[in-house]
């Protein structure tokens, strides 16, 4: 499967455990997103091998709408705790 720019919207940035939620909810109603790792040589250099990279989530254009919802739902929700 090739990742082309007109073929997937990225709809996340963030750590980890973020994108983990987000990916959880999105495949719960059956959209299934592609999850890239932002490596920065410079990053890893200053602040360690251990520090979690920061990742991003792309989706199909097709499923924009319904993934801004729950990635909107999943921040929400971790603002209020």
Not at 3 to 10: F, G, L, N
Not at 15 to 24: E, G, P, S, T
Not at 25 to 43: D, F, Q, R, W, Y
Not at 64 to 74: C, G
């Amino acid at each position: 499967m090739a990742m082309t720019d007109s073929d997937y919207v990225k709809i996340f940035t963030g750590n980890f455990i973020v994108v983990q939620l987000i990916a959880d909810n999105l495949n719960a109603i059956g959209i299934c997103p592609v999850i890239k790792e932002e490596t920065e040589s410079g990053l890893i250099s200053v602040f360690g091998a251990s520090t979690p990279g920061i990742q991003q989530v792309f989706v199909h254009k097709d499923e924009l709408d319904k993934s801004v919802e729950i990635v909107q739902s999943v921040t929400s929700n971790l603002q209020q705790t």
